[in-house]
């Protein structure tokens, strides 16, 4: 660890950042910028950030935090990782910007396919490039219309997935993310997602097994043990029988785990039924992996840490380019057959730069074994959060590898209180959800003596709260 942060700094300063760096921050702080910047822009901390490596971050006054929340799943290798900034230096050398276009292929997004091949589920073979999750549902969107020459997309409860015009209408995490932005496109109809903590039916049942603990392996019972009252299928029969018939509905699209929703794990079973239902019904199924995926969960993709069954669209972005501004959308070698040229595109997409940081990305993720870090990570935090449960009113932990929340029961305000009292700790956290959920999302790069830092800073933390 000590070696890769130095080559980090021999980096950076090779490239001259420290200095400019200290110019541009040493005599600023958020207070003197913020009547500049849109109040509309959540902001969490008063902090101004100087440099970051790995799990941590500094400030402008040398105070150093952990990065619990890896800029909402982004970091994936970590902050400023040295075979990423090493990628984007050299092809910085080499080619900065190569307008898709004008010039459709470089090295680095041969490259990137070549990589993609060999992670992605077996029956993905295109790939549309952009820069955004959000701007790659809207083209996700696009791509389902056209192939299957419907109109309508079902998208689940408490779903986020961006704020583009398209995917903020498929949008239901929070209403602050939709309110006074409407009319917002047609064509969508809102399906129960699986929120077993809350489900009156389960309670009315006597609980149906329901644990504190996550169906984890080493952690809790085996995710085929996990029951569901089946309700939430149900209820998406009876909306193709009420709101959206089967003839009109071009697709499903969900995140195999709900990422701003508050990390929703579905039951054992829902994601095969889905793919059959969409099967019978000559509808497509969608995944947005935009958070849980790139090795977050364990898996490549999260959706494979919970079922074998395959998507014909999936989305991509956050931890695919450790940072750097980078989306795409990977589907069915047919699902293009029925655009012609110029239907598709965006003067950014496929940057070599992304591609290239997308490609330093995968290869230290497969060098550092970090898919095993993550379980391993995971497993550890997990369980330090189930002994918290013992002396803290904490709901449920949830989640798959490094992808974890917490929900409290408490009045409302009870996470931000969380998360302040984390901050006060030298943690960065953040909420999830509509409910007192905290989520944790650490770089893949985090090591056990980091997560037991964590866990005893956030005892202290939970100790001032309740």
């Not at 998208?155 to 903020?168: E, F, I, K």
């Not at 589907?331 to 992304?354: E, I, Q, V």
């Not at 550092?368 to 189930?386: D, H, I, P, T």
């Amino acid at each position: 660890m000590a070696s890769s942060i130095l080559k980090r700094r021999d980096i950076c300063n090779a490239l001259g950042w420290s200095a400019c760096r200290t110019r541009a921050f040493s005599t600023y702080t958020l207070s003197s910028v913020v009547d500049h910047l849109p109040q509309a822009v959540a902001k969490f901390h008063d902090i101004v950030a100087d440099r970051a490596s790995g799990c941590y971050v500094w400030d402008t006054s040398g105070r150093k935090l952990m990065d619990l929340t890896s800029g909402i799943g982004v970091t994936s290798t970590g902050h400023s990782h040295p075979k990423v900034i090493e990628a984007i230096h050299n092809q910085a050398n080499r080619i900065i910007f190569a307008q898709q276009n004008i010039l459709p292929a470089t090295e680095a997004s041969i490259n990137l396919i070549n990589h993609l091949k060999g992670i992605m589920p077996s029956t993905l073979s295109r790939f549309f490039f952009c820069n955004s999750g959000s701007e790659a549902v809207d083209n996700a969107i696009k791509v389902a219309r056209s192939y299957t020459g419907k109109q309508n997309i079902i998208c689940m409860q408490g779903g986020y997935h961006g704020r583009t015009y398209g995917a903020m209408s498929i949008t239901t995490s929070k209403t602050v993310y939709r309110q006074t932005f409407g009319p917002l496109p047609s064509g969508i109809a809102v399906a129960s997602y699986p929120y077993c903590l809350h489900c009156p039916t389960r309670k009315a049942a006597g609980g149906m097994g329901f644990s504190v603990s996550p169906c984890v392996e080493g952690v809790g019972k085996s995710f085929s043990e996990r029951q569901c009252c089946g309700s939430p299928l149900e209820q998406l029969e009876l909306l193709l029988k009420t709101q959206s018939h089967p003839s009109e509905t071009a697709a499903i699209i969900i995140e195999p785990i709900l990422g701003e929703g508050g990390f929703l794990v579905p039951p054992s079973g829902y994601l095969d039924e889905l793919r059959r239902i969409c099967d019978h019904n000559n509808m497509l199924l969608i995944f947005d992996e935009v958070q849980s995926g790139v090795a977050r969960t364990g898996e490549w993709w999260g959706h494979q840490t919970l079922t074998k069954v395959q998507p014909d669209i999936m989305i991509f972005a956050k931890g695919i380019a450790s940072g750097f501004p980078f989306a795409g959308v990977a589907a069915r070698d047919d699902m293009f057959s029925k655009m012609t040229p110029g239907m598709m595109g965006g003067t950014y997409g496929g940057s070599a730069l992304g591609c290239a940081a997308a490609v330093g990305t995968l290869e230290a993720i497969m060098e550092e074994n970090m898919m095993a870090n993550a379980k391993a990570r995971g497993s550890q935090m997990m369980n330090a959060l189930v002994k918290l449960a013992d002396t803290y009113p904490i709901l449920e932990v949830r989640g798959r590898g490094l992808m974890i929340a917490v929900e409290f029961d408490g009045p409302p305000g009870t996470a931000a209180k969380v998360v302040q009292e984390g901050f006060d700790e030298d943690l960065i956290l953040i909420t999830a959800g509509i409910r007192e959920t905290v989520r944790l999302l650490p770089p893949l790069v985090i090591t056990e003596e980091d997560v037991d830092f964590a866990m005893g800073a956030l005892d202290r933390a939970l100790s001032r709260v309740f």
